[in-house]
């Protein structure tokens, strides 16, 4: 951090921003402390992914948050966290628009039984796809399954739902009068569930 941040303060621009992609586990010999950060203003956005032994999110979740902390108390003007595997370009940009963020995040926890019919997530993504329309663009959708402790998660990739103008097939009637006529809005997005 200490030569990132040295790294962008060399050059004399306005905005400095520094991504950290890591599990945030310090691995410093026995009785030795990290270096004292000093950050002068940097936006950080921390990309972070539970460690190769960590089983417990919990744990995970403390960690980033003491590291937010700390990299705030050093003087950075903004911190954002986002887990690596549920990142999109969407997210990325709205973690460094310094104005409010725009847009929606849904995030779905799923803890059913083996003996739950698929036909409910089906109904559930169909309910999403639906509310996507009218809330603010882009809708970013995750679905993650938790498991019992000690088991890691499932999560889909991170479905991102945006206002895109399609071609109408001839003969189409949509329900968009306001559109130009050969052109009418649809939301993209690919959400399946396998039996």
């Known amino acids: 951090m ?17 991504v950290v992609i890591s599990d945030f586990v310090e691995d410093l010999p026995p009785g030795k402390s990290g270096i004292p950060l000093q950050l002068a203003g940097e936006h950080i956005l921390l990309l ?7 089983t417990v999110v919990v ?7 003491k590291w937010a902390d700390k990299l705030r108390t050093a003087g950075a003007a903004s911190v954002v966290c986002l887990p690596l595997h549920s990142v999109t ?3 990325i940009v709205r973690a460094f628009e310094p104005r409010p963020r725009t847009g ?18 089906d109904t559930i993504a169909n309910a999403i796809t639906a509310a996507a329309r009218d809330w603010p663009s882009p809708v970013i959708v995750t679905w993650v399954e938790v498991r019992p402790r000690g088991e890691a998660m499932i999560q889909m990739p991170p479905a991102e739902f945006s206002p895109t103008l399609i071609k109408k097939e001839e003969g189409e009637n949509p329900d968009f009068p306001a559109q ?4 009418f809005p649809a ?4 959400i399946s569930f396998d039996d």
Request: glycine fraction near 2%; include cysteine.
């Open 187 to 190: 939301f993209v997005c690919a």
């Open 48 to 54: 972070h992914r539970a460690g190769t032994q960590e």
């Open 89 to 91: 370009t969407s997210r």
């Open 59 to 65: 744990d995970h979740l403390s960690r980033i948050e």
């Open 104 to 121: 929606t995040n849904v995030v779905v926890l799923q803890n059913l039984p083996d003996t739950t019919k698929p036909a409910i997530l």
């Open 180 to 183: 130009p006529p050969e052109y």
């Open 2 to 18: 200490t030569l990132a941040s040295e790294q962008v303060r060399s050059s004399p621009v306005e905005s400095r921003y520094i």
